[in-house]
């Protein structure tokens, strides 16, 4: 028997499916990534960096793009139609909703993840002489860092479209909420006597160069695992008082 989070997330997944919103989307997402990793390989021909680093570089920028537009219609539907006070009053756990949702949309941005890792691996078999820049453990290694940032950033896109009530000012909240730490840091940083480059590091970037490369830590796994944890943890809380005064 299908599980209601099972069910919820067929269902979004499919309405994102059936019309043209969601291919528009991860067409969209594709050639924002190839146009970026065709301009790195221009600028980094002759360089030392592999080529699977500069795929990781090119795809990790477009990401929180891709998971703010994937989750900014999640509730905004429900409170359009009507549905969400049925919903909260449904014999349904918030925890259910929250998961079915959020495991909606990050199947939607995992699927541009891999269309972009295809769109890597045909240019591999076309470009014979950039084989030796791919390395299959490379891009393995640099997809799976994606997965990480896509699991964070679909969360707090979830966490964003539950707070805003228009899907626009979702997608900015979702954009704040990722950047907005990142920005700080460098901002406090930029204070620093010989550091100011600083100000324009983004790390999500070095974490996937560095997986890429063959660097690994434990460090930025657990930070994108405890953002999205966190995320939806707060998803469920807020879910649960608004069902409770709907009661």
């Known amino acids: ?86 919903l909260l009053t449904a014999p349904v756990r918030p925890y259910d909703v929250v998961l079915g949702k959020f495991a909606a949309a990050l199947a939607l941005v995992c699927g541009g993840i891999l269309l972009a890792l295809i769109q890597a691996r045909v240019l591999r078999h076309v470009a014979p002489r950039m084989d030796g820049g ?46 907005a730490p990142y920005a700080l840091r460098a901002a406090v940083a930029a204070w620093a006597p010989g550091m100011r480059h600083g100000l324009w590091h983004w790390p999500p970037l070095e974490d996937v160069t560095n997986a890429a490369t063959g660097l690994f830590s434990l460090a930025p796994p657990v930070l994108y695992v405890s953002m999205a944890w966190c995320a939806l943890f707060l998803c469920v809380r807020l879910l649960e008082a608004r069902d409770l005064r709907t009661r």
């Open 134 to 179: 791919f390395s299959s453990a490379g891009l393995l290694a640099a997809s799976g860092m994606l997965f990480l940032q896509a699991a964070a950033w679909t969360a707090v896109g979830t966490l964003a479209a539950l707070l805003a009530r228009q899907q626009g000012i979702a997608a900015l909240l979702t954009l704040l909420g990722i950047g």
């Open 1 to 86: 028997m299908r599980s209601v989070a099972h069910l919820i997330a067929w269902r979004d997944l499919r309405a994102a499916l059936t019309g043209v919103s969601g291919y528009v989307l991860l067409a969209g997402f594709l050639a924002l990534t190839g146009w970026t990793f065709a301009g790195l390989l221009h600028r980094n021909e002759g360089g030392f960096a592999p080529a699977s680093a500069i795929w990781g570089l090119a795809v990790a920028p477009w990401l929180p793009v891709l998971a703010a537009a994937a989750t900014m219609r999640l509730f905004a539907e429900e409170r359009q139609t009507g549905t969400m006070e049925l």
